[in-house]
Nanobody
Framework: QVQLVESGGGLVQFGGSLRLSCVAS????????MGWYRQAPGKQRELVAS???????HYADSVKGRFTISRDNVNNTVLLQMTSLKPEDTAVYYC????????WGQGTQVTVSS
């Protein structure tokens, strides 16, 4: 059972930046895919970005060029660097890990004011 703990959320102004961190309770070296999802009020949870064990990345069209996902296998951490934030980026952001089973963190709130 992998436990994921997110941090780094908060309130930021339009155009600002935040870096989200997700720390896993065990080695992420063998985790096939790690990703960040978000869920805004009244909307479905959506994939923001993902990174595979070989470093391949995927981004939602809405965040391409603004967000960067990276993984640190030594520190069992996945980061999401978010820049040029917009009010529509406001959501609870969840860390996700997939290796046979799927694991979720508890989420961290990101609020972007206009």
């Amino acid at each position: 059972q992998v436990q994921l703990v997110e941090s780094g959320g908060g309130l930021v102004q339009f155009g600002g930046s935040l870096r989200l961190s997700c720390v896993a309770s065990e080695s992420i070296f063998s985790i096939t895919v790690m990703g960040w999802y978000r869920q805004a009020p009244g909307k479905q949870r959506e994939l923001v970005a993902s990174i595979t064990d070989d470093g391949s990345t995927h981004y939602a069209d809405s965040v391409k060029g603004r967000f960067t996902i990276s993984r640190d296998n030594v520190n069992n951490t996945v980061l999401l660097q978010m820049t040029s934030l917009k009010p529509e980026d406001t959501a609870v952001y969840y860390c996700n890990a997939f290796m046979v089973d799927t694991y979720w963190g508890q989420g961290t709130q990101v609020t972007v004011s206009s």
